[in-house]
């Protein structure tokens, strides 16, 4: 059973950045489109960017322009790259397909304090 294990998490100053990494166990990293998730208390998680190919990249509105996501198939590694962190991106992030193939992992907590 293929699992996720996210890390890179960690609390940052309002302005400041971070890159989060999802690593997947397995060898089927490269046939899937990937994304990068985030869940705060009491809300559903909600997806935050996807790729399919380092062309093909999508944001959701609230993290377009700051946020960079990005892949490596020989690594099987899923990356996020986060700039001018805001207090409203604290959340835990996963990872997973785009189409929630997989068990969650546990996930990285991202803390932004202003």
């Known amino acids: 059973q293929e699992r996720f294990v996210e890390s890179g998490g960690g609390l940052v100053h309002s302005g400041g950045s971070l890159t989060l990494s999802c690593v997947l166990s397995?060898?089927?990293?490269?046939?899937?489109?990937m994304a990068w998730y985030r869940q705060t208390p009491g809300k559903q998680r909600e997806l935050v960017a996807s790729i399919i190919s380092a062309s093909a990249t999508d944001y959701e509105r609230f993290v377009r322009g700051r946020f960079t996501i990005s892949r490596d198939d020989a690594e099987s590694t899923l990356y996020l790259q986060m700039n001018n962190l805001e207090p409203e991106d604290t959340a835990v992030y996963y990872c997973?397909?785009?189409?929630?193939?997989?068990?969650w992992g546990q996930g990285t907590q991202v803390t932004v304090f202003s």
């Open positions: 397995g060898n089927t990293f490269n046939q899937y489109s």
């Open positions: 997973n397909t785009l189409s929630e193939l997989y068990a």
